[in-house]
């Protein structure tokens, strides 16, 4: 920490008498405007002065204190310095005002992007060596294990062969100690990495080494909201580049538990934050082409995987899909994960929880899959042989290990008493088709198994092939991992990059979403705007409320504060409450925050949530913001001198209803957890250097939804009882925002160019539309418009956008199907079928195709658990706004004569 001093004097003032924990002052009034920095020292409780803290990650807290009891932050001098170049040497020695100090901050954040973040890196010295890192098969001619010219089948199998019942038993849980198997030259391994948002703390990664912090991207559900498959994938490679550098710095494995591709099917849900959100395609695409990235770099020719001739393609790190399956309960009320037995249809499972699953291993190849706490109709997920062999191994073709969650098997005897010893637990799990227990239960109990005729060793011998298969496609038995060839020369300055860095800037850009903006107010004029007031208890926190829930250090921490005084002459801050998100208690807060607002050209109040109100473990009883947040946001937006922005942080939806279409909001934005750059991201939208593209990737419900139990888990209403439905497939009550919902800058305007109004398909075809043989040759049908081959069953739909405002901007189009059955016997109202992504300059038009299987996306889920025939009638396709056009296909069965 920097402790700021005047020149001329240091102002004291006694801390109030009921409190004394946030300095404040107002420098503008004060006119004290010289400042020199020394190093950091506290003068007693009442000591109080202005002060300028950097925190480790870079964030930045500028506050101080006077008499009046406001907090405020004063930022008099616009900054503007590019974030992607090299600082100004100048503003390195500039320190004649508080608004060079914020300069100063800049500079160093910047400056921290460009050598990667790696402070102690550099206190290596230019020639430090690379750690050694520990690898199996040091010497290579020492086991046919090790031989690399054996096939990966062959090497695994001698690898299994030569472990004791004790050695097995050790080697089926993540934890590291318990592999260390010296007499074979096997180093300990933990097999539990995160990376759901970038590499993260975790068992097996560590950022106590060379590498302090990675990139920390927007957590999945904002970069969902930008419905640009491009950009799942990019976001994979870089996480998986960081990775493997990593690893080659011994500080990580090589496999990561993540993506999260469960279903956020209840607004509530403390985890829908690390979802992609609520709708099965947009979340199976997630899912496929983010694991792409995590697996196979640029390995991918088309659609296929490259592969080494060894069997399936190696790997760059291994993915994981979780969590399998109808997980979305953490705990409500007295409901937990590990008691909650989900009660789920066959046809909700068919077309609702498991489709993203299904997209991450048969499309993204996913090499690891993980089975979750809850039961799934009475039945442990990791004891259901039916999910995990017969559905994941079996249909599916999942070529890969399947991990518990952790504790997984032990919550089987110990919470849900599904088995009656941990020995059964263990045996249920292994024979379902379990690979891995993540926790030690398997550790203590497998061999007692064995003994008492619960489980053979067979079952332990496939397990460890599917799990010891994995590290072999990674390399970890080849050799030195710092020789591989592709991989081996990363390390630690890979990671951090400005590349990197831009990456995660981009994302928050491309997921924001504009919710309102009355009379164009934003974006505002920098020119214009001479004094802003930055309010709320997410404006500049000091927690990591932006990155969400499994996350690492992050390289850099631009807050909303700090990215939007670079705009302005006068920044101010004031949180609003003292207590962060919760908001609580302090009415005094909200007043202070109120008379920053009475003076400044323009304000922006960000609230909403943090992991105090939304995490693991831990769901939400209430829609409405928490604490006085609604006191706050009326309060000031009262008082306000000129417009107001209203910025919403969270990572579920928030009842707004109260403040919405409030003439004295003018314009509400949601940012997600916006990773690390959110606050950078945040003012370049608000300026105006960004036009916002971001569409909802959930729909957001009033407060009255906290009626519908959340352990329901029906998608689809029942009019019988009342229950009305889940997400904007089934639901048709009101919502606060709509699915898909989000604004721009600028207008567009869209229309159909082409699509078949007629498809003609073999009657025979009846028969081979079925998502389980879809791979399958199809028979030959005809239509209207053009020729089809039905092991295909594709149609080309055309969309034609055109940017029809001042602007540049980009519009995400949402093409949506409605079948004739829409509404009726479980029918969906509507579903995704393809999104594109496409920027515009002002005045241009593009030009989206869109190729849909019939098969696969036209087909409906039927009670018993199967997909329907092509349904004969009247299709219609929608780009979702209810003043968009349609177009109809009418879908008939040819007859034979």
């Known amino acids: 920490m920097i402790e700021c001093t005047y020149d001329n004097e240091r102002k004291k003032h006694p801390a109030p008498a009921t409190h004394g924990d946030f300095p404040r002052t107002d420098a503008r009034r004060d006119g004290l405007d010289q400042h020199s920095c020394t190093s950091l020292g506290h003068e007693g409780a009442l000591g109080v002065w202005k002060k300028f803290e950097l925190r480790a990650t870079f964030g930045v807290t500028f506050v101080s204190q006077d008499g009046d009891g406001d907090l405020l932050v004063d930022c008099p001098e616009s900054f503007r310095n590019s974030w992607k170049g090299a600082p100004d040497p100048d503003s390195l020695t500039n320190m004649t005002s508080a608004g060079s100090l914020l300069r100063l901050a800049i500079a ?29 098969c040091q010497e290579p001619a020492a086991y046919p294990f090790c031989d690399v010219n054996l096939s990966n089948e062959d090497r695994v199998r001698d690898l299994v062969s030569r472990f004791t019942l004790e050695e097995k038993a050790r080697l089926l849980v993540n934890m590291g100690s318990g592999s260390n198997i010296t007499r074979l030259g096997l180093p300990a391994y933990e097999w539990w990495q995160e990376a759901l948002h970038g590499v993260a703390d975790s068992p097996g990664a560590r950022f106590k080494g060379r590498v302090k912090s990675a990139t920390s991207f927007p957590q999945p559900i904002l970069t969902a909201a930008s419905f640009n498959k491009e950009l799942f994938n990019k976001i994979g490679q870089v996480i998986s580049t960081e990775a493997r550098a990593m690893h080659n710095e011994n500080q990580a494995g090589l496999t990561f538990w993540a993506p999260n591709i469960n279903i956020f099917r209840d607004p509530r849900w403390g985890r829908g934050q690390e979802t992609p959100g609520e709708d099965p395609y947009l979340t199976s695409i997630y899912a496929e082409y983010f694991v792409r990235g995590m697996q196979e770099d640029d390995e991918y020719e088309g659609q296929n995987l490259r592969t080494s001739g060894k069997g399936p393609a190696q790997l760059k790190t291994s993915a994981c899909c979780k ?82 969650d952790c504790d997984a098997v032990q919550v089987m005897y110990a919470n849900s008493r599904y088995a009656q010893t941990p020995e059964e637990a263990v045996a249920y799990a292994l024979k379902a088709g379990m690979d891995l227990n993540c926790g030690d239960t398997a550790s203590n109990f497998t061999v007692e198994a064995v003994h008492s005729g619960l489980l053979n060793t067979s079952d332990i011998d496939k397990a460890l092939h599917n799990s010891f298969t994995v590290l072999y496609r990674l390399g970890y038995f080849d050799g030195d991992p710092l020789n591989d060839p592709k991989y081996g020369k990363l390390d630690h300055s890979n990671i951090c990059s400005p590349e990197h860095q831009d990456l995660a800037l981009e994302a928050a850009l491309q997921g924001i979403v504009l919710l309102k903006n009355d009379q164009n107010t934003l974006p505002l004029s920098a020119d214009k705007i001479r004094s802003l007031a930055v309010l709320g208890p997410n404006a500049n926190d000091t927690v990591n409320t932006m990155l969400g829930n499994y996350a690492g250090p992050p390289c850099v921490y631009v807050t909303p504060y700090l990215g939007l005084a670079q705009y302005v002459p006068d920044a101010s801050y004031h949180p609003g409450c003292d207590n962060g998100t919760t908001c609580e208690g302090r009415s005094d807060f909200i007043r202070g925050a109120a008379k920053v607002a009475t003076w400044t050209d323009a304000v922006v109040v960000v609230v909403g949530l943090s992991q105090d109100q939304e995490r693991e473990a831990f769901d939400r009883t209430s829609l409405r913001l928490p604490g006085q947040q609604e006191e706050l946001i009326t309060t000031v937006s009262r008082v306000a001198k000129g417009p107001v922005i209203l910025v919403l942080m969270t990572g579920g939806p928030v009842d707004i209803g109260f403040i919405k279409d409030d003439p004295k909001i003018q314009s509400i934005l949601w940012v997600g957890y916006p990773g690390q750059a959110g606050g950078q991201a945040l003012a370049q939208v608000i300026f105006g250097d960004r036009n916002p593209g971001g569409k909802l990737p959930m729909s957001w419900y009033p407060e009255s939804y906290t009626e519908v139990p959340m352990t329901d888990m029906h998608m689809r209403p029942d009019e019988s009882t009342g229950y009305p439905g889940r997400t904007y497939r089934f639901y048709s009550g009101d919502v606060i925002y709509r699915f898909g919902e989000g604004m721009s800058y600028t207008t567009f305007s869209s ?9 003609t398909a073999s009657a025979n075809s009846r028969q081979s539309c079925s998502q389980r043989q879809r791979d399958s040759p199809n028979i030959p049908c005809s239509s209207a418009d053009n020729a089809l081959v039905c092991n295909s069953m594709k149609i080309e739909i055309v969309v034609s956008v ?11 189009v949402l093409l949506y199907h409605t079948s004739p059955t829409a509404g009726k016997d479980g029918s969906p109202l509507q579903k995704l079928v393809g999104f594109e992504r496409l920027y515009l300059e002002s005045m241009q038009e593009q030009k989206a195709l869109f190729k849909v299987n019939l098969c696969r996306q036209l087909t409906e889920a039927q009670t018993d658990g199967t997909w329907s025939n092509l349904i004969e009638g009247v299709h219609t396709f929608s780009l979702g706004n209810s003043n968009d056009p349609k177009h109809e296909m009418k879908l008939i069965y040819e007859h034979p004569s």
């Open 108 to 136: 160093i954040v910047v400056a921290a992007s460009i050598i990667s973040g790696q402070a102690a890196a550099a206190a290596d010295g230019p020639d430090a060596r690379r750690p050694r890192v520990p690898h199996p």
């Open 323 to 404: 969590h399998f399956t109808a997980y979305d309960i953490d705990q409500w009320y007295d409901v937990d994960r590990y008691d909650f037995d989900a009660k789920v249809t066959q046809q909700d499972l068919l077309d609702t929880y498991n489709p993203p699953f299904q997209s991450c291993i048969e499309d993204g190849k996913a090499s690891s899959l993980m089975c979750s706490y809850n039961r799934v109709n009475g039945v442990p997920t990791c004891a259901d042989y039916n999910l995990l062999t017969k559905l994941a191994r079996g249909t599916w073709g999942f070529d890969g290990y399947i991990v518990s």
């Open 751 to 759: 229309s159909f160019v082409s699509a078949p109004s007629v498809v």
């Open 802 to 812: 055109k940017n029809d405002g001042p602007v540049a901007g980009t519009n995400v």
